[in-house]
Nanobody, 129 residues
Framework: QVQLVESGGGLVQAGASLRLSCVAS????????MGWFRQGPGKEREFVAG????????LYADSVKGRFTISTGGAKNTVYLQMNSLKPEDTAVYYC??????????????????????WGQGTQVTVSS
C-alpha cells in the first residue's frame, strides 16, 4: 500500500520558519515528480511547489516564490518544503503528492492536481499575526 506521510506542521508567528517533510513508503518514487499543495479555510487546494525526480527542476507558486524551497532527500523517497518568512495567509493544510504512474524526464514538474495520483493526509500550518 502506498503511503505519503507529512510532518513538521505547527503554529508559528508571522516571520518564522518551518520545514515540512514527506516520506513515501510502499513503493519507491525515486523517478516520480513530487509536489506540495495547500488548502486554506474555505479555499480550493492550490499548488505550492513541485520538483522533478532528479531535483534539477523546481517550480513555485508566485505567492511563495523566494520564501519556500522544495527539495528531495538523499534516498529520493523524501521531499521537503522549507518555508521561511511565513505570513498569516500561508495558513493551510499542506499536502504532499506524487505524480500519477508514468515515465518522466529528469526535468518534468507537475503543477496541477490532476497530474498527481498519490496524496498524503496533510499537515496543518497555522501562522499567527
Amino acid at each position: 500500500q502506498v503511503q505519503l506521510v507529512e510532518s513538521g506542521g505547527g503554529l508559528v508567528q508571522a516571520g518564522a520558519s518551518l520545514r515540512l517533510s514527506c516520506v513515501a513508503s510502499g513503493r519507491t518514487f525515486s523517478r516520480y515528480p513530487m509536489g506540495w499543495f495547500r488548502q486554506g479555510p474555505g479555499k480550493e487546494r492550490e499548488f505550492v511547489a513541485g520538483i522533478s525526480w532528479s531535483g534539477l527542476n523546481t517550480l513555485y507558486a508566485d505567492s511563495v516564490k523566494g520564501r519556500f524551497t522544495i527539495s528531495t532527500g538523499g534516498a529520493k523517497n523524501t521531499v521537503y518544503l522549507q518555508m521561511n518568512s511565513l505570513k498569516p495567509e500561508d495558513t493551510a493544510v499542506y499536502y504532499c503528492a506524487a505524480r500519477r504512474d508514468g515515465l518522466f524526464t529528469a526535468t518534468a514538474v507537475a503543477t496541477t492536481r490532476l497530474e498527481y495520483g498519490y496524496w498524503g493526509q496533510g499537515t496543518q500550518v497555522t501562522v499567527s499575526s
